[in-house]
């Protein structure tokens, strides 16, 4: 069974701009969360979408969104980037939410 | 490599000893924890999980000891190997949420 994909794996943008990522589940997982990684801040959760509904909201601002479609695949917008935004954006998704969490490899996002 | 965190705690060991990960939670409500290992450049990659049910469980050559009445997590590898190389991270989530708690992670070296 395929793991856990991510595109594109590196990315680099400017201030201002806007930025959308993608993940692709494991075949059959209907939950998809996303989590911000950063040296100082660590894994951040963002936030846990199923079934096509954001069931789940980490502590960011309205800049970061996300949407999941109706094959369980997942994109994230980050509109009007901060430098502060650089980081690896991980992807996990688990069958249900209640369960084990599998990880993409993540998307380094570079604002410079 | 990419760093995952700045001034983790770092374990650093010789190949064939055995090492001793620890993790400290801070929410006695917490009733599932997860143990994920990040090698450079990639996600978190799943371990092993324990439920506040069980004090003990086992996988191959790993074990994740649980001790609630001092909120204590820790996970143990038999004959560390140089692959084993990687950033150590703990994840605590409480019933009914499907949103975990990361630790800040520890660095295992092993050195060949």
């Known amino acids: 069974k395929a793991g856990v994909t991510q595109t594109p794996r590196y990315l680099i943008k400017t201030r201002g701009q806007q930025v959308t990522l993608s993940c692709s589940p494991i075949?059959?997982?209907?939950?998809v969360s996303w989590y911000q990684q950063t040296p100082g801040q660590g894994l951040q959760f963002l936030f846990e979408y199923f079934s096509e509904t954001q069931r789940n909201k980490g502590n960011f601002p309205g800049r970061f969104s996300g949407r999941q479609f109706s094959n369980s695949r997942s994109e994230m917008n980050v509109s009007t980037l901060e430098l502060g935004d650089s980081a690896l954006y991980l992807c996990?998704?688990?069958?249900?939410?209640?369960?084990?969490?599998?990880f993409g490899p993540g998307t380094r996002l570079t604002v410079l | 490599g990419e760093s995952v965190g700045l001034h983790l705690p770092t374990l650093s060991v010789q190949e064939g000893d055995n090492s001793i990960i620890n993790c400290a939670y801070s929410?006695?409500?917490?009733?599932?924890f997860i143990w994920y290992k990040q090698e450079s450049g990639k996600g978190p990659q799943f371990i092993i999980d324990?439920?506040?049910?069980?004090d003990k469980r086992q996988g191959q050559r790993v074990t994740v000891l649980l001790n609630k009445t001092v909120k204590h997590l820790s996970l143990q590898i038999a004959a560390t190997q140089p692959g084993d190389s990687a950033v150590y991270f703990c994840a605590e989530r409480t019933g009914g949420s499907y949103i975990p708690t990361f630790g800040r992670g520890t660095s295992l070296i092993v050195h060949p």
């Open positions: 929410n006695s409500a917490s009733d599932y």
């Open positions: 324990i439920r506040s049910n069980m």
């Open positions: 075949s059959g997982h209907r939950s």
């Open positions: 996990a998704s688990s069958f249900n939410g209640d369960d084990t969490q599998y």
